[in-house]
């Protein structure tokens, strides 16, 4: 399949709202793809190249000065050949090696296919074809129940490799996608609700668990051997061995464990995520501070895969293998009080809210569905919109992620503290695409700088350390709760206010 075919269907995606047009385009592409090139275009389609990131910066990529191909023959396969030859480019001349190699494909690139692989290599392209729409659109091609392509993708793990399995073998290989131990599972997401009454009254009853501000890890064990992996199926066992440690101990052959991972400091008080997170993230773990396991699940136990039992039965098999000390603590309930209680207790003890489970729930991997629901306490700030970027897909022509700022009273201007484009509804964003163009002060091709005039009320879940920021700090999961017309800037927050809640460990 020739690039440009691929070119053309993100341009079409790019240019409409509408997700049947959407899947219906990518069904025929993939339709037409040879059995060896269906991985490749589904990587390329969803900005996710089958290779991962392969250490092609953007100055690399936006450098490169070469002249379009006047003709399209540049096939998808050459493209996949190149990304698989960048990592292996190391030491000595390896940057000029990398620059040469992209320099060769570029000169067999027409225009739009450079401009197209110049998004896709710095991680910009962004054309609605996300996995959702994609797996819809695989089932569409291979003329399958979109419900079982899902459920083979959440357990593969890899999207391209079902889409090439769904097209060759047909429902027969599609089903024979499982849970593999040692291969790490997409693992299932909760919606947010506003209460714990709210959650009771949406799945009835429920296992009401503390929500720990930890790390996400699922952990597989077979025989001696343990593999710990991160929400994003990164494979972490190196830096965790106390993880590994307690589930090795358990009395099992095989087990797959879904959990969180943190740290607790001298009077056993929670570190908060920050502090978590750069413990997580260094190679190993220090002593004195274990990052250590409390699990919430358990996914498959000796050969047998648990996730189509209801909840309360891969629970009552928890109990019976993990030690009290390694589970979240957790009560079965559809009392609004017990229910409450929980959340109560997980407060003090300075954890996020709770989580409340349908009782009956099966283990939907890589879903957020409304059968998980987290109750969590919410900061809110007043900010300043500095910025807008143009939105894409079904946000095309509306200005939609919002750059936030706090009021600085020691120099009269604000400090950047993140971006979101979340909790805009269809109303708000024509009314802040009208707005924002009348206050603009300068643009980019993709977005609009303003004069600080507009408060927003932002709610978010803590601040983070960043370097990426001015003020050396972040918002964490930011959405908009609604504008404030009934505020002026000079009214916002301060970056002393923000910088009072990191300290605080929020």
Not at 3 to 14: G, Y
Not at 151 to 172: F, K, S
Not at 247 to 276: C, K, S, W
Not at 341 to 353: K, N, P, Q
Request: avoid cysteine.
């Amino acid at each position: 399949m020739r690039l440009a075919d691929v070119v053309a269907t993100s341009t079409t995606l790019a240019a409409t709202r509408s997700r049947r047009t959407k899947i219906a385009e990518l069904a025929g592409l993939l339709a037409r793809a040879e059995p060896g090139e269906v991985a490749i275009v589904v990587g390329f389609l969803t900005g996710e190249p089958r290779q991962g990131k392969v250490g092609i910066g953007y100055a690399s990529v936006y450098g490169l000065d070469v002249a379009p191909a006047t003709e399209a023959t540049l096939e998808v396969v050459d493209v996949d050949r190149v990304l698989d030859r960048v990592p292996s480019l190391s030491g000595a001349g390896s940057q000029r090696s990398r620059g040469d190699l992209l320099t060769e494909l570029f000169a067999l690139a027409t225009e739009d296919e450079q401009a197209f692989l110049r998004r896709l290599l710095t991680g910009e392209l962004r054309q609605g074809a996300l996995e959702g729409v994609m797996t819809d659109a695989v089932a569409a091609a291979a003329e399958l129940d979109a419900g079982l392509v899902r459920r083979a993708v959440m357990l593969g793990g890899d999207l391209g490799q079902t889409a090439r399995i769904a097209l060759a073998q047909g429902e027969a290989g599609v089903r024979g996608v499982g849970l593999q131990v040692l291969r790490p599972v997409r693992s299932m997401l909760a919606s947010t609700a506003p209460s714990v009454e709210a959650a009771l009254g949406a799945v009835g009853e429920a296992s009401v668990e503390w929500k720990l501000d930890g790390a996400r890890i699922q952990v597989h064990r077979e025989g001696d051997r343990v593999g710990v992996f991160t929400r994003n199926l990164n494979d972490v066992t190196a830096r965790l061995p106390r993880v590994v440690e307690v589930v090795r101990a358990l009395p099992v052959r095989t087990i797959v464990l879904d959990g969180e991972a943190m740290t607790f400091d001298e009077a056993e008080r929670p570190r908060g995520f920050p502090e978590t997170m750069s413990r997580f993230g260094a190679d190993t773990a220090p002593d004195d501070v274990p990052l250590l396991p409390f699990f919430f699940d358990l996914l498959h136990l000796d050969g047998e895969d648990l996730i189509d039992l209801p909840l309360v039965e891969r629970l009552d098999a928890l109990d019976r293998l993990v030690p009290a000390p390694a589970r979240v603590p957790r009560v079965v309930t559809s009392d609004l009080a017990q229910a409450t209680a929980v959340l109560d207790e997980a407060h003090r003890l300075l954890h996020e809210g709770v989580m409340v489970k349908g009782a009956r729930s099966t283990y939907e991997a890589g879903r957020r569905g409304a059968a998980w629901l987290k109750v969590k306490r919410a900061h809110t700030l007043d900010l300043v919109v500095l910025a807008a970027e143009w939105g894409h897909g079904r946000r095309t022509g509306w200005l939609s992620n919002l750059h936030l700022g706090a009021r600085d009273p020691a120099t009269g201007g604000y400090v950047m503290l993140g971006k979101t484009f979340k909790g805009l509804t269809d109303e708000m964003l024509r009314w802040q695409t009208a707005r924002f163009l009348e206050l603009e002060e300068r643009r980019t091709a993709q977005t609009v700088y303003l004069r600080p005039e507009v408060v927003v009320e932002i709610a978010f879940d803590g601040v983070l350390p960043s370097p990426r920021y001015p003020g050396g700090m972040a918002l964490r999961f930011a959405r908009v709760k609604g504008y404030r017309s009934d505020k002026d800037p000079q009214d916002a927050d301060t970056i002393e206010t923000v910088r009072a809640i990191f300290e605080g460990g929020a």
